[in-house]
């Protein structure tokens, strides 16, 4: 069972950048909610961009096993935007996500040293 469609990344990439700056009450947005998940997973990546003022990280993720998630490259929110002052363009990092479809949110995300 695919919870994380090719197609839906398609989509969400043809959608302008303020799509990703949605409500953080996601409980508000009908149709939004996906198949049940673990409340938590553990993914590594590559930043590819931040944006401080709409709070979220792109990241060049690489497969996550636990939720069924190929790797991709794909924007998320993260639970504080102090969590963006420690990471930057180019690092590689590690991160806890909060998995919802394309509404997912980083948690936690910390530099890696390779
Ligand atoms: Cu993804």
New binding site residues.
Partial sequence: MKM?PTPF?VFAALLPVSVFAAPQNMSAMPGMSHDVAPVEAQGIGVVKAIDSAKGTVT?Q?EA?ASIH??A???PFKVASPDMLKTIKVGDNVRFTLHPAGMN?MVTSIEPVRL
Avoid: D, V
């Fill in positions: 994380h990344i990241l993720h996550i998630w190929p991709m490259t794909m997912s």
